[in-house]
């Protein structure tokens, strides 16, 4: 990547995931980069659901600062349930996990990473978020509980990077749609779907965020670039 200038460090939370641990190799491999740092719930302990988890973790690293912050957490099953198929399936205890995983907890990764971002500088946080997240997009219906976690997700960016903006005006902070890509979240239901492989959906996701633009903060992009409507 080149707009963060050389030597610059990344922070990957969700490291373990099919897009975690592809964006993680593509930074291990692009010599413009110094730092990799991954941070992920089977390898660091880092839990989602837990605040204190989020803030020890934030803690260790709070002498650091990164020019990129992606997190590649979020999950479509939950315990075993997977998206409803219909509004006479919605539990309520299990729209209360996908908004625990997929809206609150990378709030609360804003809340405790964003301090970290680097100062006086350009610097990029992208959340990974969903294309069925977008309310004006929506055709097909069902996936009740993820897509409104999804659109949670993309109203609580919105709102950070207009906080965020205050005092790091450089900062684009983006949530980013990585296309169908080939992964334990989305195998059991990409089935008539032409899925892309984790590195490439991983590289092109690094190419937008490499040249958005400090206006573009608060927005909501697609793997390649294009925006996607709210
Ligand atoms: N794959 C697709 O087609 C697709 C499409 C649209 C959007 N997305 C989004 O892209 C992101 C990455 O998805 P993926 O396809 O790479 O899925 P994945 O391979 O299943 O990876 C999911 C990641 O989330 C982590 N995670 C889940 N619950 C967690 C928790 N409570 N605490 C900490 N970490 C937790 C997992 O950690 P463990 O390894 O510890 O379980 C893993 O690192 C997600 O936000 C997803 O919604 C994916």
Same mark, same amino acid.
């Given at each position: 990547?080149?707009?963060?200038?050389?030597?610059?460090?990344?922070?990957?939370?969700?490291?373990?995931?099919?897009?975690?641990?592809?964006?993680?190799?593509?930074?291990?491999?692009?010599?413009?980069?110094?730092?990799?740092?991954?941070?992920?719930?089977?390898?660091?302990?880092?839990?989602?659901?837990?605040?204190?988890?989020i803030e020890e973790q934030a803690n260790k690293l709070s002498d650091q600062r990164f020019d990129l912050i992606i997190c590649?957490?979020?999950a479509l099953t939950i315990q075993g349930i997977g998206p409803e198929k219909s509004i006479r399936q919605i539990s309520p205890?299990?729209?209360?996990?996908?908004?625990?995983?997929?809206?609150?907890g990378p709030a609360l990764i804003l809340k405790h990473f964003t301090p970290l971002l680097a100062p006086s500088k350009r610097? $990029?946080?992208?959340?990974?978020? #969903?294309?069925?997240? =977008? %309310?004006?997009?929506?055709?097909?219906?069902?996936?009740? !509980?993820?897509?409104?976690?999804?659109?949670?997700?993309?109203?609580?960016?919105?709102?950070?990077?207009?906080?965020? $903006?205050?005092?790091?005006?450089? #900062?684009?902070?983006? =949530? %980013?749609?990585?296309?169908?890509?080939?992964?334990?979240? !989305?195998?059991?239901?990409?089935?008539?779907?032409?899925?892309?492989?984790?590195?490439?959906?991983?590289?092109?996701?690094?190419?937008?965020?490499?040249?958005?633009?400090?206006?573009?903060?608060?927005?909501?992009?697609?793997?390649?670039?294009?925006?996607?409507?709210?």
């Amino acid at each position: 990547m080149k707009s963060f200038g050389k030597n610059y460090r990344a922070l990957v939370i969700g490291a373990s995931g099919g897009i975690g641990q592809a964006l993680v190799g593509l930074l291990r491999q692009d010599d413009a980069c110094g730092t990799v740092v991954g941070l992920s719930r089977s390898t660091d302990g880092f839990d989602l659901l837990d605040e204190a988890s989020i803030e020890e973790q934030a803690n260790k690293l709070s002498d650091q600062r990164f020019d990129l912050i992606i997190c590649a957490i979020g999950a479509l099953t939950i315990q075993g349930i997977g998206p409803e198929k219909s509004i006479r399936q919605i539990s309520p205890d299990a729209m209360a996990a996908q908004f625990a995983v997929n809206a609150i907890g990378p709030a609360l990764i804003l809340k405790h990473f964003t301090p970290l971002l680097a100062p006086s500088k350009r610097s $990029a946080c992208a959340l990974l978020s #969903a294309r069925v997240g =977008s %309310i004006g997009d929506n055709r097909l219906g069902g996936w009740i !509980s993820y897509r409104s976690a999804k659109a949670a997700l993309n109203q609580i960016v919105r709102t950070a990077a207009i906080e965020v $903006a205050r005092k790091r005006p450089e #900062a684009v902070i983006v =949530s %980013i749609h990585p296309g169908t890509v080939d992964t334990s979240l !989305s195998r059991p239901y990409a089935a008539n779907h032409k899925a892309t492989q984790p590195v490439d959906a991983a590289a092109m996701m690094l190419a937008t965020i490499d040249g958005l633009k400090s206006s573009d903060t608060g927005g909501f992009f697609a793997y390649d670039g294009s925006r996607i409507e709210w």
